[in-house]
């Protein structure tokens, strides 16, 4: 069975499914055993028709990832999603961090909190460009070092 990372933005809808399609991605390429999932800290502020965002689709159809890499839809976080992971990262701490705290306080000090904010406040091309080198660089200490370097030089 494989390990699992698990990435948390607020409403599961861009910067945590790409996150999730990056990593699942290099990892099935590289035949690492770790695979990843998402889940939203608060997806009702996401209207339920909005699956996954347009620029989260435009990035990994431009990069030639496949969209199986990060699941049909979104989903709220829960306790067991948490147990469920051997690493959790939520991509913005100042943003994530008082949710964590409020809704799942004994987590925190297990989440891994990087510095990726959200629209309007980064443009989608900066914040997902960030988040793929930060999911590359995760990939690497996993077990995929030199690799993903030599997969660009192709």
């Known amino acids: 069975m494989d390990s699992r990372v698990l990435f948390i933005c607020t409403g599961n809808y861009y910067r945590s499914r790409f996150a999730e399609a990056v990593f699942n991605h290099h990892s099935e390429t590289l035949g690492l055993p770790w695979r990843s999932f998402s889940r939203g800290l608060a997806i009702h502020l996401v209207p339920p028709q909005f699956l996954l965002s347009p620029h989260t689709h435009a990035h990994l159809t431009a990069r030639k990832m496949d969209l199986r890499h990060t699941a ?83």
């Open 72 to 154: 049909p839809d979104r989903r709220q976080l829960t306790e067991e999603d948490l147990s469920g992971a051997e690493i959790i990262i939520a991509l913005k701490d100042d943003e994530h961090r008082p949710m964590i705290q409020a809704m799942f306080p004994d987590w925190e000090k297990r989440v891994i909190f990087w510095d990726v904010g959200d629209q309007p406040e980064v443009r989608p091309d900066d914040g997902l460009s960030a988040i793929e080198k930060q999911v590359e660089g995760l990939i690497e200490e996993l077990g995929g070092a030199g690799v993903l370097s030599l997969d660009r030089a192709a």
